[in-house]
């Protein structure tokens, strides 16, 4: 690219890596990148492509594209790899988590705790971690701003 710099559009780059955790390339790839994160489809997304689909026929397959695609997909199968693919290379990139098992329980009392106040203390106690820790991996991994969370 750098040989032929008037020629555009010479690579095309996919895939599902967040740019900000590959800490391991040379190059900062300034003014030459564009970097796009895309979301899981929206329930709106789903039934426009597939008008029959319904809240609660939603649910498993979430906005994972590739499980409305593909319905012999073991859904199951698919979340457990996506998981261990989540903690292996994302999470321990980003946050220097030093048990994986306790982060996967993390998850875990988070997800239980879907649509409701999180409480750090009430999760941290659950999960065997210290308050700190609980605060810590809930606003740098869950996304939840501190400010909002008791």
């Keep these: ?32 990148a564009d970097i796009v994160e895309l979301e899981t489809l929206s329930l709106a997304e789903t039934q426009a492509a597939l008008p029959q689909t319904g809240v609660e026929s939603a649910i498993v397959p979430g906005g994972f594209p590739e499980l409305y695609a593909n319905p012999d997909i073991d859904a199951v199968a698919f979340y457990n790899s996506y998981l261990a693919t989540y903690l292996e290379r994302d999470v321990r990139s980003l946050t220097n988590v030093g048990s994986l098992r306790d982060f996967e329980r993390f998850l875990r ?14 999760l941290a106690r659950d ?8 605060s810590h991996l809930a606003v740098h991994v869950g996304g939840f701003r501190s400010d909002r969370i008791a």
């Design 127 to 134: 999960v065997g971690i210290v308050p700190s820790t609980a």
């Design 1 to 32: 690219m750098d040989a032929q710099r008037t020629r555009n559009g010479q690579f095309l780059i996919t895939g599902s890596q967040k740019f900000t955790l590959m800490k391991n390339i040379s190059e900062s790839l300034a003014g030459r």
């Design 109 to 122: 009392a988070c997800a239980l705790r879907s649509a409701n106040l999180l409480n750090k203390a009430d």
